[in-house]
């Protein structure tokens, strides 16, 4: 098993709060991860997809009760909004008897959902962590390229070959498409959404032009807007928000839109292989979606992201805005002789960032120009990871 970086803070909210939600894709290593803070603890393991599981909830109150000083995990948490209620009125009972910690741990792969239903109920008592898939922090350095055509999903990654890897993603998109969605509850035609899906994957990192994607699909406007936020609800897609300053100038309203792993970029565009994603349009695109997702998965919590870019031709792929409130700005090059446009130099002047970095495909760092470096990906996770 691969050791997930988030362990450790996962370790801590546990042993600090009664209930914590896990929140991630499917297939991210969310129950994996929940059994290895089990190890060593007096804990039990529900699924709420098994009927079985579910069938000793049907007296939800009584039969946490009798497991009041065990850690509960329960799996696909938002399939029982009905329990919400039950756990606020059981962390409550136990905080009079000094179980102030450790009750529940709640894995959930719909983030809106699932964030809406114990808002409402544990306001308080609860604490939020993102398992994302594996990131190149979790590998060594030379998978950096394994990782970006098969992306994090440990299954995929992890295969033994290329064509295995390749399958089980296409398996994993017609799972969602035709078992997953449909339980949430929305009535939208599995084909339909998966062209919707692949036209996002097409257009990878580009601003979100949603008269455009309605009109391929033969929809409205609400319609795709529906869809894209169900894809993002359930983790699949980034929407990336863009930077608004007070400077005065024309800025860009809309949002860029990404798949959120490259792995499935590829199999929802046909690419298996190294030699295909290389030579392939989206492979720019493809890049800057990897980059932004490690750097995303390695930023302290509340890191808001953005990108930046005026009608002035002023342009960032991507603003982290830390809780202390630095400001990085980065430029993302698939390049190993990577050079800077002065749209950078100008939405740096508008921002001005405390660090200016630009991730290429090399492993050295360098200085590319006054304040700004060239640093390679793994570098740049690491600096952040020991710097924020």
């Not at 938002?78 to 102030?100: H, S, T, W, Y």
């Not at 839109?257 to 190294?274: N, W």
Request: net charge positive.
């Amino acid at each position: 098993m691969i050791k997930r970086k988030i362990e450790s803070h996962l370790t801590y909210l546990v042993d600090n709060f009664p209930a914590v939600a896990l929140l991630g894709p499917r297939q991210a290593g969310k129950t994996t991860l929940a059994h290895a803070i089990a190890a060593g603890r007096n804990a039990i393991y529900l699924d709420l997809e098994s009927e079985q599981d579910r069938a000793k909830l049907s007296q939800a109150e009584l039969y946490l009760t009798q497991h009041e000083d065990k850690l509960v995990i329960l799996d696909e948490v938002q399939r029982a909004p009905e329990l919400f209620q039950n756990l606020r009125g059981l962390i409550d009972q136990g905080r009079r008897k000094g179980l102030r910690s450790a009750r529940f741990l709640l894995l959930g792969s719909a983030s809106i959902e699932l964030l809406k239903q114990s808002s409402e109920s544990l306001a308080g008592r609860i604490a939020y962590l993102e398992l994302p898939p594996l990131h190149a922090l979790e590998l060594n350095p030379t998978q950096r390229d394994l990782l970006w055509l098969r992306g994090g999903f440990p299954d995929s990654l992890l295969a033994n070959d290329n064509p295995l890897s390749f399958q089980w993603r296409l398996d994993f998109i017609r799972t969602y498409l035709e078992r997953d969605i449909p339980q949430l509850g929305p009535r939208i035609p599995a084909e339909t959404l998966r062209r919707f899906w692949a036209m996002l994957a097409h257009n990878q990192g580009e601003l979100l032009n949603a008269s455009k994607l309605a009109s391929s699909l033969g929809v409205d406007g609400k319609t795709v807007a529906k869809y894209l936020d169900l894809l993002v609800d359930l983790l699949l897609v980034r929407r990336l928000k863009p930077w608004h300053s007070n400077a005065g100038k024309r800025m860009t309203k809309s949002p860029k839109v990404y798949v959120r792993d490259s792995g499935i970029v590829h199999a929802l565009l046909g690419i298996s292989h190294q030699e295909s994603l290389l030579s392939h349009p989206v492979c720019g695109g493809s890049w800057e979606g990897l980059v932004i997702e490690n750097i995303l998965a390695i930023a302290p919590q509340n890191t808001q992201a953005y990108f930046y870019r005026s009608s002035g031709g002023a342009e960032c792929d991507l603003i982290l805005q830390f809780p202390n409130q630095k400001t990085w700005a980065i430029e993302i090059k698939r390049s190993l002789h990577p050079k800077l446009s002065k749209g950078f130099y100008s939405a740096c002047d508008d921002i001005q960032p405390d660090a200016r970095y630009v991730v290429y495909s090399g492993t050295e760092t360098y200085p590319l120009a006054t304040d700004v470096k060239a640093i390679s990906l793994h570098a740049l996770l690491t600096q952040l990871s020991n710097d924020t």
